[in-house]
């Protein structure tokens, strides 16, 4: 019996028409923990996936993966086999760098039974470059023809593509403030595909259904902005329901678009509400910002994190601190952008990300480049997947003490962000309470007596007694470690009978936040 041994314990989805979460519904026992975050496993092999659901991320209140582009992909071969040849669609073949339709199946069963779920990234605003030339082959030996614009392994033709429409010089997307243009011409030259076109429609809710009858439970929708959000309501509607073999009757795919719109853009994120939910790019952006201490911003201005600070309501809300295009300079949000690269500021913004209610929550789990920095720009920004000289993508290794090798970085294995996504668990829904801040970059804040956080961002100690909100008792910090059986490995706080605890983390401490929850208390 998988360990998901309840059966009752399923997750539900609801309708469309309101923000889409995950939700867990009847108990016959009391109620479980929700699953609130998802981690993107950029370029994981399925096999890996699959390992990492039973092995990782069930036991650690992971609700989900995101995975690569599961369908056939043009092979670029210059630059050698960048990531970004994956959003080169050739068919909707399962067949790709990270697996068949085997292993795909294999993973989603496997990780579906741990009550772990598999978001996929869908790209079908466009197939390949329109300079792919002609009679090539796909991945998977498909036939294309990208100057007839003919891909007979859907099969699309001339006829489903938007070039006639489009009526820049070049063909391509020109001018973002042309909501024409960004619609119907090509995004990098990439062949536009029609979908207010019933025939171009079909297909990609052939493709839709297809995965989600193998078990999956919802999209990232790519370049959903390149797309009429009227035209993928279409296509959402004539979704199936997800499989009942693992969600309750009747649940709906969960759905999240991929729109950059940082303000000021002629297509605007808002349009899009009416699918499901939105990336949030404003968030990485300005959290960035702050943690770096630019723009005079400061750790005491998050009080008032959220809507606030011009961002999209939470329950539309798709966030997360860096994506697979920022983390190398493609696509939105600029030098602020923290990463894997900075891993101090990284594992504070994460850990504010998780210890704070807004939006819905998605972890970057990445591969080390060669970056190569020359004039603000990283000329190895194309740099794949670790790889063998075949293509083929290196397994993920996995080191006695839990961390990656073989060039996998697993920020999701990372102490401080693991025991974050469960801290985020256990304080779901509770709101912030208890704020306090140094009027610089010393904060803390508590989530309705379930949960507590500090952070100490200053060039100078942190040292105080604060109110928690949480009952008396001793807690372990899930960040310097974690409650093992009745000891902590890190340090304990003491919080008194009036809630009151002791907090102090030096400027220079290894960790710079102090994170305590009810299920950490001996
Ligand atoms: C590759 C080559 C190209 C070549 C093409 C075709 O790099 O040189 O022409 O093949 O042969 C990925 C890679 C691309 C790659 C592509 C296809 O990132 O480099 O092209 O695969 O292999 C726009 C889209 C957004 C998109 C983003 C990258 O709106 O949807 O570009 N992201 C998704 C995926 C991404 C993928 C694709 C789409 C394609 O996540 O991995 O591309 O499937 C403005 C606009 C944004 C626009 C950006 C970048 O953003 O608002 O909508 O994103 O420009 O073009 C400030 C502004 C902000 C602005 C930003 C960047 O932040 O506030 O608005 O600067 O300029």
């Known amino acids: ?35 609130t975050s998802i981690v993107h496993l950029f370029e994981w092999r399925w ?29 670029v071969m ?50 390949l470059n329109s300079a792919a030339g002609s009679g090539n ?50 995004l990098y030259g990439l062949l536009d595909l029609s979908q207010w076109k019933d025939d171009v429609r079909s297909k990609i809710i052939d493709f839709l259904n297809h995965l989600i009858d193998l078990g999956v439970a919802g999209f990232r929708i790519d370049a959903a902005k390149h797309i009429r959000p009227e035209d993928i309501n279409v296509i959402l509607t004539k979704l199936n329901n997800l499989n009942a073999r693992w969600f309750t009757k009747g649940s709906r795919p969960f759905i999240y678009q991929e729109v950059i719109d940082l303000g000021g853009e002629a297509v605007q994120s808002s349009e899009y509400f009416r699918n499901g939910r939105v990336t ?53 949000g600029g030098s602020s952008i923290l990463t894997f ?43 794949g997947p670790p790889s063998n000289s075949d293509g083929s993508i290196k397994p993920v290794t996995i080191y006695a003490n839990e961390t990656c090798g073989n060039g996998w970085i697993c920020e999701h294995r990372w102490d401080e962000i693991r025991n974050m996504v469960i801290f985020r668990n256990v304080v779901y829904g509770e709101p912030i309470t208890n704020w306090w801040d140094n009027n610089n970059n010393q904060v803390a ?17 942190l040292l105080v007694i604060l109110p928690t909100g949480l009952p008396a008792g001793v807690y372990c910090d899930v960040i310097s470690g974690r409650k093992e059986g009745k000891t ?22 290894k960790h710079p936040f102090i994170a305590i929850h009810v299920e950490a208390r001996l």
Request: aromatic fraction near 14%; proline fraction near 6%.
């Open 341 to 383: 690269w900075n891993p101090r500021l990284y594992k504070m913004a994460v850990g504010f990300m998780l210890a704070h209610p807004y939006g819905f929550t998605r972890i970057m789990s990445s591969y080390w480049w060669p970056k190569d920095i020359q004039n603000g720009t990283d000329l190895n920004d194309w740099v």
């Open 488 to 509: 902590c490995t890190g340090i304990q706080i003491h919080v008194a009978a009036n809630g009151m605890a002791r907090f102090q983390i030096n400027y220079q401490a």
């Open 280 to 332: 949030e790019f404003k968030y990485g952006m300005q959290l960035g910002t702050v943690l770096r201490k630019w723009n005079e911003q400061k750790m005491a201005n998050l009080k008032s994190w959220g809507e606030s600070w011009h961002m999209m309501p939470s329950n539309k809300a798709f966030v997360f601190v860096d994506n697979h295009d920022n983390q190398r300079g493609h696509g939105s």
């Open 137 to 186: 082959r796909g991945i998977c030996n498909s036939y294309f023809n990208a100057e007839r614009h003919d891909f007979p392994s859907v099969p699309y033709s001339r006829f489903d593509f938007n070039d006639p429409i489009c009526k820049t010089p070049s063909g391509d997307i020109e001018n973002y403030s042309d909501p024409i243009q960004v619609r119907y011409c090509r």
């Open 47 to 75: 096999i890996d996936i699959a390992l990492e659901c039973e092995m990782y991320l069930s036991q650690h209140g992971f609700a989900g993966v995101q995975i690569s582009p599961p369908n056939e992909n043009l092979v």
């Open 445 to 461: 804040f508590g989530r309705a007596g379930k949960g507590f956080v500090v952070f100490n961002n200053d060039d100078r100690n």
């Open 1 to 35: 019996m998988p360990r998901h041994e309840n059966p009752t314990r399923l997750l539900i989805f609801k309708a469309q028409d309101q923000a889409f979460g995950l939700y867990w519904t009847q108990y016959k026992s009391s109620p479980k923990p929700v699953r």
């Open 78 to 127: 210059n630059p050698w086999r960048p990531w970004w040849e994956r959003y080169q669609p050739v068919s909707y073949k399962l067949c790709s760098r990270s697996g068949n339709e085997s292993e795909f199946r294999d993973m989603v069963t496997r990780c579906n039974n741990v009550g772990v779920h598999i978001y996929v990234d869908v790209v079908f605003n466009h197939m």
